[in-house]
Each structure stands twice: as structure tokens, then as C-alpha cells.
């Protein structure tokens, strides 16, 4: 059974930091692109940052230089380190693990920064 579990979320106030964890399990995770998405309140979800299985990175422009994706394939874990939240980084976070065309999705880990 596939699983992806998003922990780490929670209130933080402007600039702020906070750490996002996501566990997988039931697949190959090592083979896998692993990506951090958001939605925040009445719009589309939208990729954060993606880490390949080489290790490539890839961020949103809106969160480069602030957030830092990693992963470590021996635990089944992708990280997402938030620094200098603003109240525009409030959404539901979601971990995605990507391996064309499979594509699997957690629940989701709510982040509100405040202001």
C-alpha cells in the first residue's frame, strides 16, 4: 500500500521557519522525482520546489532563495526547510512522488503564517 505522510506544519508567524517532512512507503522511492506542491484558498495548486532522483532541484520563483527541498532515500524522506515565511506562503502543502505516468499524492500538511 502506497503512503505518503506530510508532517511538520502548523502556525508560524511572518519570517518564520519551518520544516516539512513527508514518509513514503509501499514504493521505490529512490526512483522517484519527490515534489513539494501547495494550495492555498480558492486557487490551483502549484509546485513548490522538486528534487529528481539524482538530486536535481527545481523551485518556484516565488520561493527561491527561502526554501530548501531535500531527500534522503535511506529513511524514505523528502524535506521541505521554509525560511522567511510570508503570510503568501499560507496553503495546504502536499508531498507528490512522481515517476511517469505514476503519480502519487499525500493528504496534506496545512501551513498559516501570520502576520
Known amino acids: 500500500q502506497v503512503q505518503l505522510v506530510e508532517s511538520g506544519g502548523g502556525l508560524v508567524q511572518l519570517g518564520g521557519s519551518l520544516r516539512l517532512s513527508c514518509v513514503a512507503s509501499?514504493?521505490?522511492?529512490?526512483?522517484?522525482?519527490m515534489g513539494w506542491y501547495r494550495q492555498a484558498p480558492a486557487k490551483q495548486r502549484e509546485l513548490v520546489a522538486l528534487i529528481t532522483s539524482g538530486g536535481v532541484t527545481n523551485y518556484a520563483d516565488s520561493v527561491k532563495g527561502r526554501f530548501a527541498i531535500s531527500r534522503d532515500n535511506d529513511k524514505n524522506t523528502v524535506y521541505l526547510q521554509m525560511n522567511s515565511l510570508k503570510p503568501e506562503d499560507t496553503a495546504v502543502y502536499y508531498c507528490n512522488a512522481r515517476r511517469a505516468p505514476i503519480d502519487y499524492w499525500g493528504k496534506g500538511s496545512l501551513v498559516t503564517v501570520s502576520s
Open positions: 509501499g514504493f521505490g522511492f529512490a526512483i522517484y522525482a
